[in-house]
């Protein structure tokens, strides 16, 4: 398994200003996704975050609103930028460990609240 | 293309008594199917996943589902329900094309899993 941390656990942040949501993995991992949860909704892929390479977006997403980083195998970082209350989410970092164990593992997310 | 739909939002069932979750799926590729449970303020556990290997996938705390490719459905059961299932569960459908759409998970809506003592 792995054991996922993400910084903050929960934020309460002004419209206009920025955001970056850290994770944090126990041990090295293949491949780390970035996931949002909308208030009342499922869970939608927003990226995948490539180590020493720009992140590759889903459909509906961009890079000037989400900057992604990964700089090396255990950590990446989000970035929420110029926020309005339509980005209050709750963010998950999801990692897969080994390709051919097919488990996907999910952090316990940033519950992040736009006024 | 792919995505999930979960019948019934809201399921509710004594303790004790069988529970069953709905998951049907639509993919163009055959799929990597999965069930996650996320407990209230937690994050996604895994409890169980079906990779084209046995159709009958056993899984963590007494759960287990079934691909039927025929109906492409992937519902979750589990024989007696318990206080401590109350959750929301979600099945989740990934691409096994490898590739770029590895670890790409579609999710459904959700299910939130009542428990009736």
């Known amino acids: 398994s792995a054991v996922i941390s993400q910084k903050p656990s929960r934020d309460i942040c002004q419209r206009g200003t920025s955001l970056t949501i850290q994770c944090q993995v126990d041990?090295?991992?293949?491949?780390m996704f970035w996931y949002r949860q909308q208030p009342g909704q499922s869970l939608t892929l927003i990226a995948t975050?490539?180590?020493?390479?720009?992140?590759?977006?889903e459909s509906g997403f961009v890079i000037d609103k989400f900057p992604i980083s990964r700089p090396n195998l255990t950590f990446s970082t989000l970035t929420v930028s110029n926020m309005s209350p339509e980005d209050s989410s709750i963010y998950l970092c999801s990692v897969v460990k080994l390709v051919a164990s097919y488990e996907q593992f999910f952090g316990p997310g940033t519950r992040l609240t736009v006024l | 293309a792919q995505s999930v739909t979960q019948l019934g939002s809201h399921v509710s069932v004594s303790e004790g008594a069988l529970v069953l979750l709905r998951c049907n799926y639509s993919s163009s590729v055959p799929p990597y199917l999965f069930w996650y449970v996320q407990y209230p303020n937690q994050g996604l556990q895994l409890l169980l996943k079906?990779?084209?290997?046995?159709?009958l996938v056993k899984g963590i705390n007494g759960f287990e589902a079934e691909f039927k490719k025929s109906e492409t459905s992937f519902h979750l059961t589990k024989p007696s329900a318990h206080m401590s299932d109350a959750a929301e569960y979600f099945c989740a459908v990934s691409s096994n094309a490898g590739g770029t759409s590895y670890g790409k998970l579609t999710f459904g809506q959700g299910t939130i899993l009542t428990v009736h003592p």
């Open positions: 041990s090295q991992v293949t491949m």
């Open positions: 079906y990779t084209s290997a046995a159709t």
């Open positions: 975050a490539n180590q020493g390479s720009e992140a590759t977006y």
